[in-house]
């Protein structure tokens, strides 16, 4: 079983920037793909990127794009770099993963969540 610990989140100010990292327990490169939810208080869980195991196919929400990026290491780290962000991307921030060639943007996909870390943007 895969145990993922999201890290990097805090308040920043709107137009500011930030990286999550996703730490894995074991090698993620290679066998699973991996994803960035949000989810906002009151909210359902949105997918915002997702990457294949060898980082040759990412996917991002089109209300991210050209903002966040999602990226990975050669062994079990996975990342997301955001950019410009705005109040409305205040949300719990978590990193899933699953054993596909192709990220997805269900979260039913998923074999493995973490527990999240907070990324609030305020003035």
């Known amino acids: 079983q895969v145990q993922l610990v999201e890290s990097g989140g805090r308040l920043v100010r709107p137009g500011g920037s930030l990286t999550l990292s996703c730490a894995a327990s074991?090698?993620?490169?290679?066998?699973?793909?991996m994803g960035w939810f949000r989810q906002a208080p009151g909210k359902e869980r949105d997918f915002v990127a997702g990457?294949?195991?060898?980082?040759?196919?990412t996917l991002n929400d089109d209300s991210v794009k050209g903002r966040f990026g999602i990226s990975r290491d050669y062994a079990n780290m996975a990342y997301l770099d955001l950019d410009s962000l705005q109040p409305d991307d205040t949300a719990v921030y978590f990193c899933a993963a699953d054993r596909a060639t192709a990220p997805s943007r269900d979260s039913a996909e998923y074999d493995y969540w973490g527990q999240g870390t907070q990324v609030t943007v305020s003035s």
């Open positions: 074991e090698r993620i490169f290679g066998i699973y793909s």
């Open positions: 990457i294949s195991p060898y980082g040759d196919i």
